[in-house]
């Protein structure tokens, strides 16, 4: 549904989108992660036609962007950063205008209304002026304008962004549903979404994608993937860790907790052993009182922080 192929913007002397490639197919969501500045919401403008790339070409639904940008964006429902609207319209009004350019006219519009302002739960504010809206309901309103002629394709900037809970639920559970019929791009710095919602993810950190792959592919990559948490009982932490470091897959054994006669310890795995970690620590704790042993599936945030985080500041932290 979307075909992105060698994207290039470059503003003034910076490389704010830097060959970027990727696709996205209907019945997929694919979370846009990367840190503040990363070039995601410069990807998504581009994506949507508002901005014209400076190299590289995008389609949606086979239609390019720049060569046929009105059975582009036709497709398309797009929710811009910070949810623009027009501040005047009452909420209703809103929705009916952007119903209206959509092409939706009679009781075509009375149905797309109302069925976005269902999904949306805008009832209580309808008839309100969007800017005395707060901001989350502001938000809604903006969500309900691009999906307001059901659209194949949904490009999402942030929209979770300023929801209360209940509400970042709810929108979560919608794009879910949405994504079995169209394809999704939606960019979060919240990374717990990406398990919720995504089929994929990519990461971008200035300008480039360092990372594609399913969450549980992008788990893979760190250090925590395949570590064992181990608990035994009557045994010194010192004789564990000795124990622990004879394993060959064992790269590091650090001690979590030692109190009452109960030893914690983490041993991460050398690479690419990962898979057998588990195995080989609890044949070698055979002799113990093994309290509990549990294999970690690896952390989003570590691997995105080891990715994007300036090298100057990987030092820091070391
Ligand atoms: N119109 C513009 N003119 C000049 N520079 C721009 C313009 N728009 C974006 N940039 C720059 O391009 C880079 C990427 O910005 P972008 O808004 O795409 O980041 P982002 O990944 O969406 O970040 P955030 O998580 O903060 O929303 C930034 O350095 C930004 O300052
Ligand atoms: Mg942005």
């Given at each position: ?22 696709s996205?197919?209907?019945?997929e ?10 070039g995601?919401s410069?990807?998504m403008?581009?994506?949507t036609g508002?901005?014209?790339p ?13 060569e ?11 929710l ?10 009452t ?11 959509r ?14 302002v ?12 969007v ?82 792959g399913t ?9 925590w993937?395949?570590a ?15 124990k ?11 001690v ?26 609890g044949?070698?704790?055979?002799e113990?009182h ?13 691997v995105?922080?080891?990715?994007t985080?300036?090298?100057t500041?990987k030092?820091?932290?070391?």
């Amino acid at each position: 549904m979307i075909k992105v192929q060698n994207l290039v913007k470059v503003f003034g002397t910076k490389r704010a989108v830097d060959d970027v490639s990727f696709s996205v197919s209907r019945g997929e969501v694919l979370g846009f992660l990367g840190p503040n500045g990363a070039g995601k919401s410069t990807t998504m403008r581009m994506i949507t036609g508002f901005l014209p790339p400076s190299g590289g070409s995008v389609t949606v639904g086979g239609f390019d962007i720049v060569e046929q940008p009105i059975q582009a964006r036709r497709l398309i429902g797009y929710l811009p950063e910070n949810a623009p609207a027009y501040t005047d319209m009452t909420v209703h009004g809103f929705l009916n205008f952007a119903a209206e350019i959509r092409g939706l006219r009679g009781d075509a519009r009375k149905k797309a209304v109302s069925r976005a302002v269902e999904m949306c739960c805008l009832e209580a504010v309808l008839h309100q002026s969007v800017e005395t809206l707060s901001k989350g309901f502001r938000h809604r309103t903006c969500f309900a304008q691009s999906v307001i002629h059901d659209p194949d394709v949904l490009v999402l900037d942030e929209p979770t962004d300023g929801l209360d809970p209940n509400q970042k639920h709810e929108v979560r559970q919608l794009i879910r549903r949405m994504g079995e019929k169209k394809g999704i791009i939606f960019s979060t710095h919240i990374l717990e979404e990406v398990d919720a919602v995504c089929s994929r993810a990519i990461i971008i950190d200035r300008g480039k994608i360092v990372a594609n792959g399913t969450p549980q592919e992008l788990r893979q990559k760190s250090e925590w993937a395949g570590a064992v948490t181990l608990r035994v009982k009557g045994v010194a932490s010192s004789a564990v860790t000795a124990k622990l470091y004879q394993v060959p897959l064992v790269k590091r054994v650090t001690v979590v907790d030692e109190k009452d006669g109960l030893v914690t310890v983490q041993a991460f795995p050398k690479a690419g052993a990962n898979g057998a970690l588990a195995s080989a620590i609890g044949e070698a704790a055979h002799e113990w009182h093994i309290e509990q042993l549990q294999v970690e599936e690896g952390h989003l945030d570590e691997v995105f922080r080891s990715i994007t985080m300036p090298d100057t500041a990987k030092e820091a932290t070391k």
